[in-house]
Antibody, heavy 116, light 113 residues
């Protein structure tokens, strides 16, 4: 069974930084494209970032380019999202998601709140 | 980026009746070399993460009831719930997986009338 467990969320001031982690199990992590998707309170789903199986290529939504960095550690089956220069509009639940094309595995999410 | 537009934003359907959600893409998501439409549907119940229902526009994910079906090609797609059950109350999203960023529709809220 696919398991994705996010951690690292919390309250941070505007301009601050945070690193999210996602521990993966139940599937072959090293062969899977991975994503981060977020959902602001009461809003829809927003694609944030994606990374190829070997980490060689990364993709970002325009709204986060230059501020968020996706990476992975295939030896430890872990996905990361380094977040810096955070803004109030980054407040959301952040989901770790599996899938090269369609997204067939989702974590329960970790909440990031950017507020002074 | 490809823009996905769903309609309606919400709908209320009586139990046992049909619910239909439309999704329009700003770009053709049919890949001609394999004749696959790169379009997925997700269901999100309150307080839960999304769940994959349909991929390649019409393939049901394992475990998804057969009252859920997807259709369409190119830029216009439909998710149909043939006989609404109480447990189908949720927000439904379409998503293109043709290119990155993998954009979502704004969501359609389905309620019981």
């Amino acid at each position: 069974e696919v398991q994705l467990v996010e951690s690292g969320g919390g309250l941070v001031q505007p301009g601050g930084s945070l690193r999210l982690s996602c521990s993966a199990s139940g599937f072959t992590f090293i062969t899977n494209f991975m994503h981060w998707v977020r959902q602001a309170p009461g809003k829809g789903l927003e694609y944030v970032s994606g990374i190829t199986s070997n980490g060689g290529d990364t993709y970002y939504a325009e709204s986060v380019k230059g501020r968020l960095t996706i990476s992975r550690d295939n030896s430890n089956n872990t996905l990361y999202l380094q977040m810096s220069s955070l803004r109030p509009e980054d407040t959301a639940v952040y989901y770790c998601v599996k899938g090269p094309y369609y997204m067939d595995g989702w974590g329960k999410g970790t909440t990031v709140t950017v507020s002074s | 980026d490809i823009v996905m537009t769903q309609s309606p934003d919400s709908l209320a359907v009586s139990l046992g009746e049909r619910a239909t959600i439309n999704c329009k893409s700003s770009h053709n998501v049919l890949y001609s070399s394999n004749n696959k439409n790169y379009l997925a549907w997700y269901q999100q119940k309150s307080g839960q993460p999304p769940r994959l229902l349909i991929y390649w526009a019409s393939i049901r994910e394992s475990g998804v009831p057969d009252r859920f079906s997807g259709s369409g090609s190119g830029t216009d797609f439909t998710l149909t719930i043939s006989s609404l059950q109480a447990e189908d109350v949720a927000v439904y999203y379409c998503q293109q997986h043709y290119t990155t960023p993998r954009t979502f529709g704004q969501g359609t809220k389905v309620e019981v009338k």
